[in-house]
């Protein structure tokens, strides 16, 4: 009996969608096919609280500067504040302006009041400080991190503080928007950026090398009843935050100032590293509160690599942040993908993709099991990739269902907002 789109569809709900993830799942990647659509955060919104309530999850990852998230995690926490001015200050990429992000932070802050740490929920940006004109200045990442150190440490173990600043200069060196397409312009591969890399080096060495040190600091703040140690552990956290990020945006820059052919490449293989590394250690972090939830998109959290088409043949080809975290994690990543059918207002898949098949489904939304939904497509070939009608979208490719944990669908979604959707912010 040949297996139909039926035998691998259930209405959605987030317990259908759960039932499909491997146990000793720890870190759960919730993937969407484009940006600014409210449909896909209602949908991460409905399923984060499920996992909240029903599988032990205290903590959300999404594709966000790393940096600015701990104004909306302290937020949550219960830190006094303006909702509108965290969303704005605490989010990247415009990501602030969206009611499903609205509605997440003020559930979390809402959830986490009367509950100890152990139990609130914590919020991250899994991404790196960058934005599509260009990345951020390492400056204010690498002074933190030594005075960090230098409260710790010894003076002569560190360079004085005058050099970095020397070496760093004014942000608006780094942040140049013109680097981002003229490698010219940017100032990654000066001689103050390759001294910078060294230091950063050096720094995250002291960092690592001296952790037990810090980490006994922690202990002794836990045991005093005037300390906060939730203070003394976050310090330690940010720091360690600081040090990956600097060392990934002088590591971006150097890219920037790269003229190669494989400029493009290297940018994207250095932003999902940056994703990578930030969850790998945000898991590491929660490992004794419980697994957790990230949210970006199917390109950045898929297993196969990154590919992305130019034109004239060309194509970006990176290795995903989910491809790098399945490699590291030994089968505790999960990646669930969405998709969805109809965009106002006339983008419609064709008939022969998969996005045009299962438009034929009942249902708004519909979860799928990839097994048996590889099964009812057929021969390899006959289903075909969705060509994206811009470049804010790219539908899931057919070949690649056995890599995937589950499937949302969904049926209709508004015409997006702002930068991604061409319409007003």
């Given at each position: 009996?040949?297996?139909?789109?039926?035998?691998?569809a259930?209405?959605?709900?987030?317990?259908?969608?759960?039932?499909?993830?491997?146990?000793?799942?720890?870190?759960?990647?919730?993937?969407?096919?484009?940006?600014?659509?409210?449909?896909?955060?209602?949908?991460?919104?409905?399923?984060?609280?499920?996992?909240?309530?029903?599988?032990?999850?205290?903590?959300?990852?999404?594709?966000?500067?790393?940096?600015?998230?701990p104004?909306v995690?302290?937020?949550?926490?219960?830190?006094?504040?303006?909702?509108?001015?965290?969303?704005?200050?605490g989010?990247?990429?415009?990501?602030?302006?969206?009611?499903?992000?609205?509605?997440?932070?003020?559930?979390?802050?809402?959830?986490?009041a009367?509950?100890?740490?152990?139990?609130?929920?914590?919020?991250?940006?899994?991404?790196?400080?960058?934005?599509?004109?260009?990345?951020?200045?390492?400056g204010?990442?690498?002074?933190?991190?030594?005075?960090?150190?230098?409260?710790?440490?010894?003076?002569?173990?560190?360079?004085?503080?005058?050099?970095?600043?020397?070496?760093?200069?004014?942000?608006e060196?780094?942040t140049e928007?013109?680097?981002a397409l003229?490698?010219?312009?940017?100032?990654?591969?000066?001689?103050?950026a390759?001294?910078?890399?060294?230091?950063?080096?050096e720094?995250?060495?002291?960092?690592?090398?001296?952790?037990?040190?810090?980490?006994?600091?922690?202990?002794?703040?836990?045991?005093d009843?005037?300390?906060?140690?939730?203070?003394?552990?976050?310090?330690?956290?940010?720091?360690?935050?600081?040090?990956?990020?600097?060392?990934?945006?002088?590591?971006?820059?150097?890219?920037?100032?790269?003229d190669?052919?494989?400029?493009?490449?290297?940018?994207?293989?250095?932003?999902?590293?940056?994703?990578?590394?930030?969850?790998e250690?945000?898991?590491?972090?929660?490992?004794?509160?419980?697994?957790?939830?990230?949210?970006?998109?199917?390109?950045?959290?898929?297993?196969?690599?990154?590919?992305?088409?130019?034109?004239?043949?060309?194509?970006?080809?990176?290795?995903s942040?989910?491809?790098?975290?399945?490699?590291?994690?030994?089968?505790?990543?999960?990646?669930?993908?969405?998709?969805?059918?109809?965009r106002?207002?006339?983008?419609?898949?064709?008939p022969?993709?998969l996005?045009?098949?299962?438009?034929?489904?009942?249902?708004?939304?519909t979860?799928?099991?990839?097994?048996?939904?590889?099964a009812?497509?057929?021969?390899?070939?006959?289903?075909?990739?969705?060509?994206?009608?811009?470049?804010?979208?790219f539908?899931?490719?057919?070949?690649?269902?056995?890599?995937?944990?589950?499937?949302?669908?969904?049926?209709?979604?508004?015409?997006?907002?702002?930068?991604?959707?061409?319409?007003?912010?």
């Open positions: 009996m040949t297996p139909s789109l039926q035998d691998a259930r209405p959605f709900s987030a317990a259908a969608l759960t039932d499909l993830v491997p146990a000793g799942t720890r870190l759960l990647a919730l993937g969407e096919p484009t940006h600014g659509a409210e449909e896909f955060l209602d949908l991460r919104n409905e399923l984060f609280r499920h996992l909240v309530a029903d599988h032990g999850y205290r903590s959300i990852a999404l594709e966000s500067d790393c940096l600015a998230a104004t995690d302290a937020y949550v926490g219960g830190a006094e504040g303006e909702l509108d001015t965290v969303l704005r200050e989010l990247s990429h415009g990501f602030g302006a969206y009611a499903g992000n609205r509605e997440l932070v003020r559930w979390m802050r809402e959830f986490n009367g509950l100890g740490e152990g139990e609130r929920l914590r919020f991250y940006g899994a991404d790196g400080p960058l934005e599509y004109t260009g990345a951020a200045a390492p204010p990442a690498l002074l933190r991190l030594h005075a960090f150190l230098a409260d710790r440490l010894p003076a002569e173990l560190l360079p004085e503080r005058a050099e970095l600043l020397h070496l760093c200069g004014p942000d060196r780094w928007p013109a680097a003229d490698p010219t312009r940017s100032v990654g591969r000066t001689a103050e390759a001294r910078l890399r060294l230091i950063a080096d720094l995250g060495v002291l960092l690592a090398a001296h952790r037990p040190q810090f980490a006994a600091t922690e202990a002794v703040a836990g045991a009843a005037t300390t906060d140690a939730g203070t003394a552990a976050d310090a330690l956290w940010r720091a360690e935050l600081d040090a990956r990020t600097a060392t990934g945006l002088l590591r971006y820059h150097a890219a920037t100032a790269g190669g052919p494989d400029r493009l490449n290297s940018l994207m293989r250095q932003r999902d590293l940056m994703i990578a590394d930030n969850l250690a945000i898991l590491r972090r929660e490992a004794r509160r419980g697994p957790t939830l990230a949210f970006a998109h199917n390109r950045h959290l898929q297993r196969e690599a990154g590919r992305i088409p130019l034109g004239g043949g060309h194509q970006l080809l990176w290795w942040a989910g491809s790098l975290l399945e490699a590291r994690l030994d089968g505790g990543y999960a990646f669930l993908a969405t998709t969805f059918g109809n106002a207002p006339d983008d419609r898949p064709a022969d993709t996005e045009g098949l299962l438009a034929t489904l009942p249902g708004p939304r979860v799928l099991d990839p097994a048996p939904l590889a009812a497509l057929g021969e390899p070939g006959r289903v075909k990739a969705r060509v994206p009608a811009d470049h804010t979208y539908g899931l490719d057919p070949a690649e269902l056995g890599r995937v944990d589950g499937v949302v669908f969904v049926r209709d979604i508004a015409r997006q907002q702002g930068l991604f959707g061409g319409g007003e912010a």
